[in-house]
């Protein structure tokens, strides 16, 4: 059974930075995209970066980059998003998304299997 469990939201001040997790189980990274994605109460979700499961090529959304890095660790089938320099607008719940034949994309109907999402807060 294909799963993804995100893991490692909080609260945390701007300028701050936090690490996400997404766990895989039942399949391996090496076959599957994983994206990141991020919804705030009253706004649509937003993709925000994606690697890929073939090649391993990364892909950020305009008002992540710079900021947030993506990477994988095959051995322990996790992704991890980076996140520096946090704002109140990067304020939202975090998803990830898995997807076997997704590929370089951040439109998260491309992406099949979910995670229940985690809370991220920037606030003073």
């Known amino acids: 059974q294909v799963q993804v469990v995100e893991t490692g939201g909080g609260l945390v001040q701007p300028g701050g930075s936090l690490r996400l997790s997404c766990a895989a189980s039942?399949?391996?990274?090496?076959?599957?995209?994983i994206g990141w994605f991020r919804q705030a109460p009253g706004k649509e979700r937003e993709g925000i970066s994606c690697i890929s499961g073939f090649d391993g090529t990364t892909k950020y959304a305009d008002s992540v980059k710079g900021r947030f890095t993506i990477s994988r660790n095959n051995a322990e089938n996790t992704v991890y998003l980076q996140m520096n320099s946090l704002k109140p607008e990067d304020t939202a719940v975090y998803y990830c998304?898995?997807?076997?034949?997704?590929?370089?994309?951040?439109?998260?109907?491309?992406?099949?299997?979910w995670g229940q999402g985690t809370q991220v807060t920037v606030s003073s």
């Open positions: 998304a898995a997807d076997p034949d997704a590929v370089h994309t951040l439109r998260w109907y491309d992406y099949d299997y």
């Open positions: 039942g399949f391996t990274l090496d076959y599957y995209s």
